[in-house]
């Protein structure tokens, strides 16, 4: 630091409200006003893609599941999907429309969790514990269908863990329904507010440009007016024979990425009830899982899908043996908080919570 | 820009106006209605919440139906497992002690069980006041009524739909012998929890002894890769039946 420079380094975190998991935001403020931010992970790193190489594939499903606790459906559904395809094998549409239901349920309820936190960076508590509310009731139907609240263990290599339970497509749609409804308490008590307004609106700007070029992805992207979604441009488990819209945003902003979320829970239910629909055209005799090889052919295979948070994707190398020669994560957060610096630059300090809780963050999958 | 939600949602002068008081009404009608619904919560030690049948407890262990062949054992993800001696009416068996400290609740052992033994079970509240009270042994397993629903089968479904009943489940996967390297030791037979192994005389040796090759019994067999791992040789490989 210059001696005459009147600027100071803050470090935010780890131990901090603000940040939803261990990392640390270190911003220079010149007195109010943020100059630049540098993003410090690293806190969580456990090893994750060391250990998967010495368990077979099978037993790295559970361990897939513990990546992100909110999103742990889709990151076993990622690691599932990379291993079919080195593997080609095509599943049953049963077990893809289990996977398109459970996967969306996953992002409804990680969508709640952020809204959650995001009341509380913001102090409202209220919208906090409402969203919970209506987060429970999803993970109630996590277990039903998978046995577990957060730690699924659903998705597996050929199919999915089981079929669904008796009853429960009424009561999915029953939640679905009633989820409908209840978010609209919870969009008055955001969108109707002028004070969450005043703290979202015109604050976290990033540009449509900025945001393609920085790799950002999920929400954060769309909410920067980027028009693409891995679900409809890059099709799996038969989104593209579902109607439905992706979200896209052009306000830039903080509110902008709110938006998408929330119309993301919206068209979510949309697809839930389209799939469930679906599911009940197709015999219930169909497998839902079939058998695969122990051993995956040698080669390098990637897959990639749209998480709540953005774009998960994983890596394959194997050697054809039964265990990964190398299994490589990218996060979609690693990349979206690594760009945190062009979010804060030049907004208030007290203005960074909002901001940052924005991109929902998860630490689980960033530092692996 | 497609954001649907905020069509339905009240623009304008009308939004405006209310600014504050639609957040405020909007939770006082939820504060008289919790006020005088019933309680959403339950009073937890005394009452319990329902479970579905395929909820993920702790693992269990039907004892009678066992056969402590280690596929649990292999299997965990967190090597939590282990196969001990155990007493049945004064026979020695081989039985698997869970130590659930370390376990997370995958399921995997029942998953995998190839005889069905391991089951998942209902029970949550593992709290202990010292590590060595979380090690179940073979009998701590036990759990008083296992349903079908608890069982996991690997190819199979749960309990989803009654009407399509219960589908029996194959063991397709096959051992294989490579005679060319078999020594004929016999640990494959002593190994096979199931006896499905057997020695049998193919030929004599130059010196007039008889050359004895291990037999699978494909009716017995659970694949359970012991002899596999037990050869000294590699001589017996799976065959994977797809």
């Known amino acids: 630091m210059m001696p005459d420079d009147r600027t100071m380094w803050i470090t935010m975190g780890p131990q901090h409200p603000f940040s939803h998991g261990l990392w640390t935001l270190k911003i220079r403020a010149d007195g109010e006003i943020v100059k630049d931010a540098e993003p410090v992970i690293g806190y969580l790193h456990r090893g994750w893609e060391k250990e998967c190489e010495n368990r ?47 996967d969306e349920m996953c992002r409804i309820q990680s969508h709640l969790m952020w809204l959650a936190a995001m009341g509380t960076d913001l102090g409202n508590l209220t919208v906090f514990l409402w969203a919970l509310r209506e987060r429970e009731l999803f993970l109630d139907l996590n277990v039903k269908l998978c046995g577990q609240r957060l730690t699924t263990n659903y998705p597996r290599i050929g199919g999915v863990r089981n079929d669904m339970p ?14 409908e409804k209840m978010i609209w308490e919870l969009v008055a008590m955001m969108d109707e507010s ?134 490589k994560v990218r996060s979609p957060i690693f990349v979206n908080v690594s760009a945190s610096k062009h979010f804060v630059n030049g907004v208030r300090i007290a203005d960074i919570p909002a901001i940052m809780g924005t991109l929902d963050m998860c630490l689980g999958e960033t530092d692996r | 820009m497609v954001i649907k939600y905020l069509d339905k949602f009240p623009k304008g002068r009308n939004a405006r106006t209310l600014w504050v008081l639609k957040p405020m009404w909007v939770t006082l009608k939820k504060m008289f209605k919790t006020t005088f619904h019933r309680p959403v919560t339950i009073m937890y030690p005394y009452e319990k919440e329902w479970l579905p049948d395929n909820y993920r407890g702790r693992p269990g262990l039907i004892y009678e139906r066992c056969v402590g062949c280690g596929v649990c054992m292999r299997m965990c993800p967190t090597k939590c497992i282990e196969i001990v001696d155990s007493d049945d009416n004064g026979k020695k068996v081989q039985r698997p002690q869970v130590n659930l400290g370390r376990c997370m609740m995958c399921g995997y052992c029942a998953e995998y069980c190839p005889v069905n033994a ?125």
Request: hydrophobic content about 35%.
């Open chain 1, 166 to 179: 008796f009853y429960f497509e009424r009561d999915c749609l029953r939640v679905v329904n009633r989820f």
């Open chain 2, 118 to 242: 391991m089951i998942v079970t209902p029970d949550y509240e593992l709290a202990a006041f010292t590590r060595e009270e979380l090690i179940y042994g073979p009998r701590k397993l036990a759990w008083p009524n296992p349903t079908p629903g608890m069982e996991v089968h690997l190819e199979e479904h749960l309990l989803s739909d009654p009407e399509r009943g219960p589908v029996a489940y194959h063991i397709t996967d096959r051992p294989e012998l490579n005679a060319g390297k078999c020594i004929g030791c016999t640990k494959c037979v002593k190994v096979c929890p199931t006896d499905a192994v057997e020695m049998q005389t193919v030929g004599e040796n130059d010196k007039g002894k008889p050359i004895k090759v291990p037999k699978f019994d494909v009716s017995r067999c659970i694949c359970c890769e012991n002899c596999v791992i037990e050869c000294p040789k590699g001589a017996i490989t799976i065959k994977e039946v797809l």
């Open chain 1, 194 to 327: 002028s004070i969450f307004l005043s703290r979202m609106q015109g604050t976290g700007i990033i540009s449509r440009k900025d945001a393609a070029n920085y790799g950002l992805t999920g929400p954060t992207m769309r909410g920067s007016g980027v028009d693409f979604d891995i679900r409809r441009d890059d099709p799996y488990i038969n989104y593209d024979l579902l109607d439905w819209d992706v979200a896209v945003c052009k306000d830039c902003d903080s509110y902008g990425r709110y938006k998408v979320r929330m119309e993301e829970m919206f068209q979510s239910c949309d697809i839930i009830r389209q799939a469930m629909a679906k599911l009940e055209s197709i015999p219930k005799t169909e497998p839902t899982r079939i058998k695969v090889p122990r051993r995956v052919p040698e080669g390098t295979h990637f897959a990639r899908l749209e998480d709540p948070r953005g774009e998960s994707l994983m890596y394959l190398v194997s050697d054809g043996t039964d265990k990964p020669y190398r299994l």
């Open chain 1, 56 to 102: 077979t594939y099978p037993l790295i499903i559970p361990m897939a599941d513990r990546l992100c606790y909110s999103a742990s459906m889709t990151w076993s559904h990622v690691y599932c999907k990379v291993v079919e395809e080195a593997m080609g094998i095509e599943l049953s549409d049963r077990a893809k429309y289990l996977r398109v239901v459970a």
